[in-house]
């Protein structure tokens, strides 16, 4: 198994990719199946569904990199 030092890689996101990635999970959105997805999400928020989007794919490319960096 992969041994990401998660706070470490979590100081890498910035302030909104943070909360977007905490809200998507709180919403359920990687649960199986999805509670909610990301355009009901971003509406609960007050937000565009493609900013929400971004924050959310630029947050999981991040910690995805550093599980690589670290398998490798």
């Known amino acids: 198994p992969v041994d990401v030092f998660l706070p470490h890689v979590l100081s890498r996101l910035s302030k909104k990719q ?4 905490k809200k998507a999970v709180a919403s359920g959105y990687y649960s199986f199946p999805r509670h909610k997805n990301l355009e009901e999400i971003a509406g609960e928020e007050g937000v565009d569904e493609s900013t929400f989007r971004e924050h959310v794919r630029k947050a999981e490319a991040k910690i995805i990199e550093a599980a690589l960096r670290e398998a490798l």
């Open 18 to 21: 943070l909360s977007a990635l």
